[in-house]
């Protein structure tokens, strides 16, 4: 079975810090996907990043990046430069390949402080 | 394009009543998936449908089912409500780029049973 762990509750840092969100992952299928999505108070989960199991090459997107590292089944997702439009709640997820379900970490609460 | 839309938004309810929540995909999108969230069990998944058809289903009763239309809309029905059925349904319409299955979720619809 499939399991995504985030150990990290919440987190709180000030604008401007770098902030890495720990995911850390269990499967036993040779093809998975890894997730990231964001949920904002307003509750819709909002898409970040998908990542397939033979594609380990680190992301970057503007302020985002990923670090995939098979090694150590991680996952991990840091935000540069923080800024307080970023306080939200950091879910990972994990599938199997050729399937739609997701599996969901328990989220990380994220809160910058102006 | 539109984004995933869910109706209602709210919904109050007694226990022992039945519900019947709506999801209207992507455009272009044939497959839906239903999510519960709650604060003690996190994301969970409750089935997925395309083209139509039940493909995966989490590990709920039998009251909770969902449907299908030829539209791609689904609907999801939760009969006899219990208290513990308070949660966010959070309903995901998803295509394959080639390269796996990309999820986009609608706004959910937060019920809640008193």
Known sequence: AQKVTQAQTEISVVEKEDVTLD????TRDTTYYLFWYKQPPSGELVFLIRRNSFDEQ???SGRYSWNFQKSTSSFNFTITASQVVDSAVYFCATAQGGSEKLVFGKGTKLTVNP | KAGVTQTPRYLIKTRGQQVTLSCSPISGHRSVSWYQQTPGQGLQFLFEYFSET???KGNFPGRFSGRQFSNSRSEMNVSTLELGDSALYLCASSFNSGDGYEQYFGPGT???VT
């Not at chain 1, 995911?23 to 269990?26: G, I, K, L, N």
């Open chain 2, 54 to 56: 039940q493909r995966n």
């Open chain 1, 58 to 60: 680190n992301e970057i």
């Open chain 2, 110 to 112: 937060r019920l809640t």
């Open chain 1, 23 to 26: 995911c850390v992952y269990e």
